[in-house]
């Protein structure tokens, strides 16, 4: 569902409306649009839960970081809120913010996102919020789309590449060495 507001809520006012709304995910857009999502379905859940599992062994064994699940708001420089699937930001940028700046909506763009096309996510409004997440200085994006077996890889200032149910899918840059194997995507009830 999407709500037009004549201006965008202030920084405390969408905190508070997110707040009053727990069993909603709500996005703001920076002409003051707001996105309401309901919850995902199991199928979807267990593939989120899939992504933080493997994104969270990278961290612990190599990578460092901080990384973050769907619940997690950022605002990015252009004002939107965003809640992405999985999201990674670097140790240094994370820790340079102040406290309450880390206990609140996150004020930077991640430097990593993915998102996760579920079953009611329309596919133009996913490009878009990739395309977002690129000028606002996210530096590696994944949109993977379990319905088309696709995963569309963004970068700034670089063409979409986009495979064909890959069976891994590997950060060569930003998130160095990670990689995501993609079975329990494709197929929840693989083994």
């Known amino acids: 569902m999407r709500i037009q507001l004549e201006d965008p809520l202030s920084d405390e006012a969408f905190q508070a409306l997110c707040a009053e709304n727990e069993g909603l995910s709500i996005e703001q857009n920076p002409d003051g649009t707001l996105t309401l999502m309901s919850p995902t379905g199991g199928t979807s859940g267990a593939r989120n839960f899939h992504i933080y599992r493997h994104l969270a062994a990278w961290i612990d064994d190599q990578g460092g970081g901080f990384g973050f699940d769907s619940s997690t708001m950022f605002k990015l420089p252009n004002g939107a809120h965003r809640a992405p699937d999985v999201a990674w930001v670097a140790h240094d940028r994370f820790a340079a ?5 880390r206990d609140g909506f996150v004020p930077l763009a991640p430097d990593f996102v993915i998102e996760l096309r579920s079953p009611t996510d329309p596919l133009d409004a996913l490009k878009n919020k990739m395309n977002e997440y690129m000028h606002a200085g996210v530096r590696l994006g994944w949109l993977i789309d ?15 590449t ?17 990689a995501l194997p993609m079975a329990r995507i494709w197929d929840p009830l693989a083994e």
């Open 162 to 178: 986009t495979l064909d149910r890959p069976d891994t899918v590997t950060a060569n840059t930003v998130i160095e060495g990670f």
């Open 146 to 160: 379990p319905e088309t077996e696709t995963v569309s890889i963004y970068a700034p200032d670089t063409p979409r």
């Open 97 to 101: 913010l102040s406290r309450e700046e």
